[in-house]
């Protein structure tokens, strides 16, 4: 073999591997099925390192499942609409789908060379028509099912780009491109009823086991499950049509503690005193801000004194005032709460601003009601003595006070045990062009249609301009303009495009079939579904895994999916980041200037730029384009090749942790797989017909460097399996055993690698006399009887210090290995004489000697 080099063998073998299909995924009722799956990436233009680790984590175990006899599903896709694609068509000119395909002709020829096992022939981008047509069709299927309907909702709305901003959009109360102040405005929306679905969302969680446990309680919390108390209080002074004031509270113990009742700006009792001018500048002053419960948790809190007033539902002289606050969310519990200062720190925060009375419920035991400088919130397990209960709540503490105060309030018959979640309808409306357009028609006779199924898909018209804000659908000139799909008068499209989470929330089920007519096929997803493994970041571990739980729940309630589909994945697993340092120096007005890691020269004086400029180094961080810390996979692959890269990626840390990418790191794993190639190239050129003295050794190493191995792939510790790799790589190489046991260990090496480094295990494997490619080739087998070992080397501890260590059989009688030990040359002359007061053996592990 001629020398290690990554640039002639990689293309070969990708070439090889695609003349041969090696990846095309193929339904066969005789096989186990195995569903691989990486969440799939944005087309931005470039891959970078994190891209890497995450698809080589899925390959390994593709690879790995194919070699085992499983009919694997690998596919790859493009989560190609978006706000980015219609930022650059602003910024930069030209249009969202030339930007979008340009960058997915880019990153697939970046993704190339790595040699992943991905069937190719399934490719999606959910920008194409044949993709975003079949998501109409289940929209329209969804609106049949009663899972979609339309509403005015709050939302957060950009002035000046004319746009519904999503949460996390608005930063700092500020439109992330515009700058602008976000404000709340109503607008009428499309939403999916993922809440109708919030106690199965949650209960499920519990049977997902092969899922992160943190992910899980992030759901979890998310979904937000909380009981309390329902019930109205009677109104003084309201408009006619208001005389109670329903309120939901996950708190009823402390009820005797209430000093105001709160209701949300959009509380339709606040749209009815909207017509005094006061009120309705209090609720211009409220829509300036966020949206979201987080928004609003750190907004300073405001309120607006309505001069309504309510009855305590324990004691009807005891009057409440009625606030219209900031804080209240409309669409959790009723919109209206009721405020206890002295045991809530937002409404002790509220309370302390307007002059409310504080009123403690309880203290802790022992102690005296005294004047509150904070809320006092006991803990579950906190022992407290009311000061103010009611009935049945007096000796409770906690989960069990709660519960007492809700039966004591229905034996009273002023309210109700509730059970509400945080869980909100899924708003899906967007108003931008470069998405999913919403397949219904608006008709001034018939209101809103549904398109018809043989008018799909509805498509984006390209001529469009992004010369001005707002979408430009609307001032289209011809393409708002259908006939109504019902009675065939003039009507109007709707210009609002789908959220991108829409896009993501079911491409793992089109994947199954990808060309389909229909959303999916039956036979199809019954073979493949579910995902088996899916792997991705713990950013998404909320809202797109649970809106792709919720698609699957919709899906099969539409007929698309089979029922043992209602859970799309299996398993779960979340990556860590790769990371790299910062290079640093401050320009001349003290601003900082950041440098690539190809800039800077290290040296024992530390590090510099090629000028000789000093470099601040700053530790290592998520690879950063702002930071300048991104290491070009590209550059890797010419300088080093794909399994260098691949390999480093897995070897270095576990994989759920992040890993440092560093020169010296890749340096080391091209050294190693240099190393392997020349072992592989020596062991090639021994005499057919050499013996050697340690073929059972050698056979022995190889069955438990399978067996290992195996174990590590499995449990997803990459990392453990290379360390295992290195070590029977180093067992090669000392190894003094015949030519066809030094063959046979040098191909199974090949093959253990191969999940990591296919294309060399391609090579060692051909070079070594392999029957066919590698990658087609079974998954080496276990003998059990090779890792049971004949002897064993056991240290020898006296007085807790190790002293020396003796081979004896595996199966030697404890008493017999004593007496070896006595005779042991060095335990001898350590002793010097003085008597053992007691000898352990712990068979197979260590012998203990005390003097």
């Known amino acids: 073999m001629s020398r290690y080099e990554p640039a002639l063998i990689e293309p070969k ?214 009981t309390g108390l329902q019930f109205a209080f009677e109104t003084v002074g309201a408009p006619a049509g208001f005389d109670r004031l329903e309120v939901y509270t996950t708190r009823p113990d402390t009820l005797m503690g209430a000093s105001f009742a709160g209701i949300s700006p959009d509380h339709p009792l606040a749209k009815a005193l909207a017509g005094d001018p006061a009120v309705a500048e209090f609720l211009a002053k409220c829509r300036l801000g966020g949206t979201t419960a987080e928004a609003l948790e750190t907004a300073e809190k405001i309120g607006f004194d309505t001069g309504v007033r309510v009855k305590h539902p324990l004691d009807p002289s005891w009057e409440l005032p009625v606030y219209i606050a900031n804080f209240i969310l409309m669409d959790y519990g009723t919109g209206a709460i009721f405020g206890c200062p002295a045991h809530d720190a937002r409404d002790f925060e509220f309370a302390t601003k307007y002059g409310i009375a504080i009123k403690s419920v309880f203290v802790a035991e022992g102690q005296a009601e005294a004047p509150l400088t904070e809320p006092f919130v006991p803990m579950k397990s906190e022992k407290v003595h009311y000061i103010r209960g009611f009935a049945g709540e007096e000796l409770q503490t906690g989960e069990a006070a709660i519960a007492a105060a809700v039966a004591a309030a229905e034996s009273k018959g002023f309210g109700k045990g509730v059970t509400n979640y945080r869980l909100r309808d899924w708003g899906v409306s967007r108003q931008r062009y470069w998405g999913c357009p919403i397949p219904v028609v608006h008709c001034e006779t018939c209101g809103v249609v549904p398109e018809k199924k043989e008018n799909l898909p509805v498509e984006l018209p390209y001529d469009v301009t992004f010369d001005r804000p707002g979408n430009p659908l609307d001032r289209h000139p011809t393409w708002r303009d259908c006939a109504c799909p019902k009675c065939g008068a003039p009507a109007k499209r709707e210009t609002d495009t789908m959220d991108t989470f829409v896009d993501s929330s079911w491409y793992y089920a089109r994947f199954t079939a990808p060309r389909a007519t229909t959303p999916t096929v039956a036979d199809e997803a019954d073979y493949w579904m579910n995902v088996d493994q899916y792997i991705g970041g713990i950013e998404h571990a909320i809202l797109h895994l649970l809106y792709s739980r919720f698609f699957a729940r919709a899906m099969q309630k539409t007929g698309h999916l089979p029922q043992k589909a209602i859970e799309p994945f299996n398993a779960l697993f979340t990556q860590g980041m790769v990371t790299h340092e910062i290079y640093k120096t401050t320009d001349a007005n003290g601003r900082p200037v950041y440098h690539l890691p190809e800039d800077i020269i290290r040296s024992e004086e530390g590090a510099t730029l090629k000028d000789g400029t000093k470099v601040e180094v ?192 595996a199966d030697m009688a404890p008493a017999e290995v004593e007496k070896l030990v006595l005779a042991q040359e060095d335990v001898i002359k350590f002793l010097a004489g003085q008597p053992v007061k007691k000898l352990i053996v712990v068979p197979g592990r260590i012998v203990n000697v005390v003097v």
């Not at 990486?38 to 790995?64: K, L, Q």
């Not at 290592?620 to 810390?629: D, E, G, H, R, T």
């Not at 046979?744 to 060399?760: D, F, N, Q, V």
Request: aromatic share 10%.
């Open 13 to 226: 073998w990708q070439a090889a591997w695609d003349e041969a299909l090696a990846f095309k995924a193929t339904r066969d009722a005789a096989k186990p099925k195995y569903y691989v799956l990486e969440m799939f990436p944005y087309p931005s233009g470039r891959i970078h390192m994190g891209h890497v680790r995450n698809y080589t984590m899925g390959d390994v175990v593709a690879r790995y499942k194919q070699a085992q006899g499983f009919s694997v599903l690998h596919p790859m896709g493009w989560d190609a609409f978006g706000m980015p694609a219609e930022n650059a068509a602003m910024e930069r000119g030209g249009h969202p789908k030339d930007w979008t395909y340009g960058n997915i002709a880019d990153m697939r020829a970046q993704m190339k060379p790595l040699g992943l096992s991905i069937d190719w022939s399934r490719e999606l981008a959910t920008c194409d028509p044949e993709y975003y047509g079949q998501q109409q069709a289940m929209f329209l299927d969804m609106m049949e099912a009663g899972l979609v309907y339309r509403k005015a909702a709050q939302v957060n709305w950009d002035p000046v780009d004319m746009t519904v901003l999503a949460n996390e959009q608005v930063i700092d109360g500020k439109g992330w491109r515009s700058g602008a102040a976000v404000e709340r405005r109503e607008l009428t929306q499309w939403f999916f009823k993922i809440s109708d679905y919030s106690g199965e969302l949650l209960a499920a969680l519990d049977g997902l086991k092969d899922w992160p446990e943190k992910v899980r309680l992030m759901q979890a919390n998310w979904i937000g499950q909380s």
């Open 618 to 809: 700053i530790p290592s961080a998520k690879m950063s384009k702002s930071k300048k810390n991104v290491v070009d996979p590209m550059n890797i692959i010419a300088s080093y090749g794909a399994d260098t890269a691949r390999w480093f990626v897995m070897s270095d840390s576990p994989p759920e942790r992040d890993v440092e990418w560093t020169a010296s790191g890749a340096d080391a794993a091209y050294k190693h797989l240099s190393r392997v190639w020349a072992l592989c190239s020596r062991i090639g050129e021994m005499p057919a017909d050499h013996k050697g003295e340690g073929d059972a050794d050698l056979l022995r190493a190889m069955h438990k460097a399978i067996a290992e191995v195996t174990q590590g792939i499995e449990g997803f510790a990459f990392n453990k399996a290379i360390a295992k790799l290195y070590e029977f790589t180093n067992t090669i190489s000392r190894a003094s055993a015949s030519t066809s046991v030094m063959k046979e260990a040098i191909r199974t090496l090949a093959k253990l690698m191969s999940p990591m480094t296919p294309h060399i295990a391609e090579s060692i494997w051909a070079y070594q006399g392999g029957a066919g490619l590698c990658v087609k080739a079974p998954w080496p087998v276990v003998d059990p009887a090779m890792l049971v070992e004949s002897s064993v080397t056991l240290p020898i501890q006296i007085n807790g210090k190790r002293r020396a260590e003796v081979t004896v059989p």
